[in-house]
């Protein structure tokens, strides 16, 4: 199982930015998807994650300004982010727990991550 993360990139303080995350390989299910992110000097955080039901958790530094979904049908979650700050400068990590087979426990995978600058 892969989970591959993409949409990173510089963005000026007051854009926008959306991360895309799919998960591939062997897979029977997948319960809950989020993202968090690390920036230099600080543990990784929660951003927000979502659970196969379309139930939603976001950490108190983003509420209201990012807004997470998922493709159930693509094994894929976004991360809508809008009005972004400096501070929201960091590695964003995409995280799922899946069931590889309907006999195997849920494990948890991450992706490798993907940069997001934001400059003030």
């Known amino acids: 199982v892969q989970l591959q993360a993409c949409g990173g990139g510089l963005v000026q303080a007051g854009g926008s930015l959306r991360l895309s995350c799919a998960a591939s390989?062997?897979?029977?299910?997948?319960?809950?998807m989020g993202w968090y992110r690390q920036a230099p000097g600080n543990l990784r955080e929660l951003v927000a994650d979502?659970?196969?039901?379309?139930?939603?958790t976001y950490g108190d530094s983003v509420k209201g300004r990012f807004t997470i979904s998922r493709d159930n049908a693509k094994n894929t979650v976004y991360l809508e982010m809008k009005s972004l700050k400096p501070e929201d400068t960091a590695v964003y990590y995409c995280?799922?727990?899946?069931?590889?087979?309907?006999?195997?426990?849920?494990?948890?995978?991450w992706g490798h991550g993907t940069l997001v600058t934001v400059s003030s």
């Open positions: 390989g062997s897979i029977f299910s997948i319960n809950g």
């Open positions: 979502i659970t196969s039901g379309g139930t939603t």
């Open positions: 995280n799922a727990a899946i069931r590889r087979s309907i006999i195997d426990r849920i494990s948890e995978y």
